[in-house]
């Protein structure tokens, strides 16, 4: 017991005589610590003695100019992120023209810094309710078709009811593709617009509306994607047994048996071995077993079996 003791006093003053060692040699040889909260004028007084070269810049409004007008997506992207918080009138009326660039990205975050203005987007006969006449009445389906894409991105109600008269009405696919899409982005289904989206006539306002419906909080039309799995259009199929799976639409196991069974695309029939596994309805045993050893397909019997290691 005594040697414990000697030797735990010992080991004691020995990191006792290293601390104060070690703080002798910091304030002899080194600088004091940056504070942890620095204060003062200008740059050093927010970021201390930190380099200018690693703080972040803030984008000036003729930055903000230069870029939107050189087209550059990588300049025009970094350049309004930096601006985000710089409110420059004069620069909406430069940045406004890219929700109709033939870039996507440019298109995106156009919106995505048009949306933080506090003046000069929302008002009347601003850049917002122009966006909203484009899609009602531009006679050029691919500016209609942007507009609704920008309308999703601006997370405003006015939108939800543009863009599900445009999926519902609009005589150009590629618009109703895009109000599909948007109302995806505006968390909303339109009133019901969505469900009859998934009755288009195009594969891909279908796709639209299905992707939306799954991202959405609150989806009533599962008997409408629950149909999409006889379509004709095998992507239309599989995607619709995914987003029955997404939402866990167990009343849909009958169909999504079905397809597993007879859907002549296998990329269909996998899908719906895994979905059925992830309803966990014991109903769809006797399917997942017939598919685990007689599908054709060894992918599809895989999924099979791993579905009835679910069940």
């Known amino acids: 017991m005594r040697r414990n003791s000697a030797f735990q006093f010992a080991v004691g003053c020995f990191l006792a005589a290293s601390t104060f060692a070690s703080t002798d040699a910091m304030s002899a040889g080194t600088a004091a610590p940056r504070q942890v909260t620095p204060n003062g004028p200008g740059f050093a007084g927010v970021y201390g003695t930190m380099p200018a070269s690693q703080a972040e810049f803030i984008s000036t409004p003729d930055a903000i100019k230069s870029a939107a007008l050189s087209g550059a997506p990588t300049l025009i992207w970094e350049t309004l992120e930096h601006g985000e918080k710089v409110e420059c009138l004069d620069c909406i009326s430069v940045v406004a023209p890219l929700l109709y660039d033939s870039n996507a990205k440019n298109r995106e975050i156009a919106a995505w810094w048009l949306r933080r203005r506090v003046f000069g987007v929302f008002g009347q006969g601003e850049v917002y309710q122009q966006t909203l006449q484009t899609l009602q009445t531009s006679s050029n389906p691919v500016n209609r078709a942007y507009a609704a894409y920008a309308l999703g991105e601006f997370f405003l109600a006015p939108g939800i009811a543009a863009c599900a008269t445009a999926l519902q009405g609009d005589g ?8 599909a899409s948007a109302l995806g982005r505006l968390n909303d289904d339109g009133a ?10 195009d594969s891909g306002v279908k796709l639209a509306a299905l992707a939306s419906a799954a ?6 039309g599962l008997s409408s994607v629950a149909a999409l799995t006889t379509d004709s259009s095998g992507d239309v199929r599989r995607r619709a047994v995914e987003v029955l799976e997404t939402l866990h639409a167990t009343d849909a196991v009958a169909a999504v048996s079905a397809a597993a069974q007879s859907d002549t695309d296998p990329r269909v029939r996998a899908e719906a071995a895994h979905a ?18 007689s599908d054709s397909n060894g992918f599809v019997r895989d999924l099979a079996q791993i579905a009835l290691l679910e069940l």
């Not at 019901?192 to 006539?201: E, I, V, Y």
């Not at 991202?215 to 009533?220: D, E, G, K, L, Y």
């Not at 059925?276 to 050893?293: E, M, Q």
């Open 172 to 179: 150009d696919a590629r618009v109703r593709t895009a109000a």
């Open 192 to 201: 019901g617009a969505l469900a009859k989206g998934l009755s288009d006539t």
């Open 215 to 220: 991202r959405i909080n609150a989806f009533s």
């Open 276 to 293: 059925l596994g992830t309803f966990g309805d014991t109903s769809a045993i006797p399917v997942l077993t017939k598919l685990s050893t």
